[in-house]
């Protein structure tokens, strides 16, 4: 399961929620309807049938009724709910001879009801193969939050800084996570630990980036010359905002001496053309041509060029065919 230390019991998430604070009883369901009802086993057998097939039978209360559940070929099932276990049932109830039944419904066993009744519990990814269940990692979870409590959990991000992005600060995050009051809890829980998974990632390839800029050379390109401004000012239309930003971080790139490492994103007809255009000329005007910028063959300013169909001021000739 991957866990060998107190973090990774931290975070090894919960992978689904059962609201307790509406639960079905026995006695109120339906016959055919798909429910989960939380019961204690109240006796189980286990036997084979006249073709060999294991079959565990099982019948569980939650002192409105009872249910019959019944398992065919997991015969583990019996070692997993020996009498008195607490667990969720979540199935399709039908009749049998007169008795309500699910079969093979699945399991969580969820340890004492009579402690979580009425609350959001968390259903863990749990091994059977290892005899780790989702309570057992309920009980282990909570003793690490009980422990960490007293000096709780350093957190880079400043109250400021979450306020203005809607985030809960990582003491709450871990409680909604593992210990959610409401459906809300949670959501607002997995949104910040979301963030600080992407964090983490962005920190690393950031600290890379300036890694490789420390110890590369590149080009410093002269970004004041007239042949871009002569270019933006002969188009029919005005740069939008967005691709003013997007040639003024990259002039700022292309006048420092580390290798430029940007992508330019946008979606289709939002004018990427125009600025890898205006980035190309500030080369070109450097007499950097060559080793600076080569547009792919696909590319649509390259696909113009060879049209003959460019900027009038731009000296490339249509290729022969």
């Not at 209360?61 to 276990?85: I, K, M, Y």
């Not at 009579?114 to 269940?133: C, F, L, N």
């Amino acid at each position: 399961m991957g866990i060998t230390r107190v973090v990774d019991v931290l975070e090894h998430y919960p992978r689904r929620y059962i609201d307790r604070t509406a639960r079905a009883l026995i006695s109120d369901v339906a016959l055919g309807e798909e429910v989960t009802v939380f019961a204690e086993v109240a006796r189980i057998n286990s036997r084979r049938t006249r073709r060999g097939r294991a079959l565990v039978e099982a019948v569980v209360t939650d002192g409105t009724s009872d249910l019959t559940v019944v398992f065919f070929n997991q015969a583990w099932r019996a070692r997993q709910l020996p009498q008195g276990t607490e667990a969720a049932f979540f199935g399709k109830v039908d009749e049998y001879r007169g008795r309500r039944q699910m079969t093979n419904p699945a399991v969580d066993v969820l340890g004492n009801l009579g402690e979580r009744t009425g609350t959001i519990v968390p259903v863990y990814p749990q091994s059977g193969k290892a005899e780790v269940s989702s309570a057992l990692l309920y009980k282990l979870v909570g003793e690490v939050l009980r422990r960490a409590q007293p000096r709780g959990f350093s957190d880079p991000l400043s109250s400021g800084l979450r306020e203005r992005l809607g985030l809960v600060d990582r003491d709450r995050a871990y409680e909604g996570i593992h210990r959610p009051e409401t459906v809300g809890d949670h959501r607002g829980a997995a949104r910040r630990l979301v963030f600080d998974e992407f964090l983490r990632m962005q920190v690393g390839l950031v600290a890379r980036k300036r890694a490789l800029a420390a110890d590369q050379c590149g080009i410093a390109h002269d970004v004041g010359g007239a042949l871009e401004s002569e270019f933006v000012r002969s188009l029919p239309f005005d740069l939008t905002d967005g691709q003013d930003r997007a040639l003024e971080q990259i002039a700022s790139d292309m006048a420092a001496h580390a290798p430029m490492h940007r992508l330019l994103q946008g979606d289709v007809g939002s004018g990427k053309t125009v600025v890898a255009v205006a980035a190309a000329l500030r080369a070109i005007e450097g007499d950097r041509r060559r080793r600076s910028w080569r547009p792919p063959r696909c590319s649509p300013s390259s696909t113009i060029c060879r049209s003959g169909r460019c900027w009038p001021a731009c000296r490339c000739r249509p290729r022969a065919r």
